[in-house]
């Protein structure tokens, strides 16, 4: 039996912001964040003594800067325990990667970048942020590298916990677990303004719609991009929902041939080999979910001519950027307006 991480009777549940690190994390199983020039942290004894190096290591930094940094330092390696819970967000794709701790701090002085570190055992990679409810998003957002979740850890420690795999029924438990809470004590600056827009949006179109609405929806997005589009209406259709094409007849290639997933799971290659099965000489093809896509799937796409693999983030960038495009329908069941909000470099 391979080794398994025990998580505590009480853990405490912490998110860590790597914005540069993505795969690194989960291939190296640790969590890193910066700093590097102030060196080893356990030589550190005191917050004041973080702060006077921090002052000497940065010293163009501002005061309430130090301050930020030093607290971000301190709770890594003291607040930190073995058996915690950790949430990892993966920008690339913005899911989550949960863990349990599983050694105490350490200086990697051979790492090129980010040498504060802790080992994780990964328990779940690639979570769809729909899993959370939008209190639970709204906590994990904060603008500091590290911070504790409090208000909202049940849910996050019943999907390391739950023995459950799929992602519907870890929906189920977590939503058993969840306070409701929609907010926390923190200001809404630009970016958590932008990620809970964000994560509104995903989770509309995944909660709100059925199969056949998403294909009707993928349509109607296509066509907000300037392409004419239509559902496929016969059930023999190899597993294309969409027939796209720039031309207004659909006669002149290339035709773009479109399959629809309305899932927040991680889309695997049989699925995307399944769409090149039915890809003609010429045509293009294009996947679209709610998810995100194995890293076999994303290889093949590098691979294949004419082949696009579109995840949620994707549709999240496709509907901000052509909404008022896209049909009344769509934009009563999204409703967005736009808003100048105060800008994160702000000062308080």
């Not at 702060?51 to 501002?62: S, V």
């Not at 949960?98 to 790492?111: E, K």
């Not at 290659?269 to 890809?279: D, Y």
């Not at 549709?315 to 009563?332: F, G, N, Q």
Request: net charge negative; hydrophobic share 40%; with cysteine.
């Amino acid at each position: 039996m391979p080794y398994r991480a025990t998580v505590a009777n009480n853990p405490n549940v912490w998110c860590v912001h790597n914005n540069t690190l993505t795969s690194e994390l989960v291939d190296g199983d640790f969590i890193a964040i910066g700093w590097d020039q102030i060196g080893d942290l356990t030589h550190i004894s005191t917050w004041e003594d973080l702060k006077d190096r921090l002052a000497e290591g940065y010293p163009d930094a501002r005061p309430r800067a130090v301050a930020q940094w030093a607290g971000n330092l301190w709770r890594f390696e003291q607040d930190i325990q073995v058996g915690d819970i950790v949430i990892a967000p993966f920008r690339p794709d913005s899911t989550l990667n949960l863990g349990v701790v599983t050694g105490d701090y350490r200086f990697d002085p051979d790492a090129p970048t980010f040498r504060h570190r802790r080992s994780v055992e990964w328990r779940r990679i690639g979570l769809s942020r729909t899993v959370f409810s939008q209190g639970a998003l709204y906590e994990i957002g904060s603008l500091l590298t590290v911070s504790q979740v409090r208000r909202n850890a049940a849910e996050f420690i019943t999907a390391i916990t739950t023995g459950q795999t799929d992602v519907e029924s870890i929906t189920t438990a977590i939503e058993a677990a969840s306070d409701d809470s929609d907010s926390v004590a923190e200001e809404p600056r630009a970016s958590r303004i932008a990620r809970h827009t964000r994560d509104f949006i995903l989770e509309a179109l995944h909660r709100r719609l059925s199969h056949q609405e998403f294909e009707v929806f993928t349509a109607d997005l296509l066509r907000a991009l300037g392409y004419q589009a239509r559902v496929t209406r016969f059930s023999q259709d190899g597993g294309i929902d969409v027939i796209a094409h720039r031309d207004p007849l659909g006669v002149e290639p290339p035709q773009i041939k479109v399959q629809c997933k309305h899932q927040t799971s991680t889309i695997g290659s049989p699925e995307v080999q399944q769409l090149i099965g039915a890809q003609g000489v010429g045509e293009l093809c294009v996947f679209v979910t709610l998810g995100s896509y194995s890293r076999e799937a994303l290889s093949i796409e590098r691979q294949r001519t004419g082949l696009r693999l579109l995840s949620g983030e994707d549709i999240v960038d496709l509907v901000l950027e052509h909404y008022s495009a896209l049909p009344e329908e769509w934009r009563t069941r999204i409703p967005l307006t736009p808003v100048l909000v105060v800008s994160d470099a702000a000062d308080d």
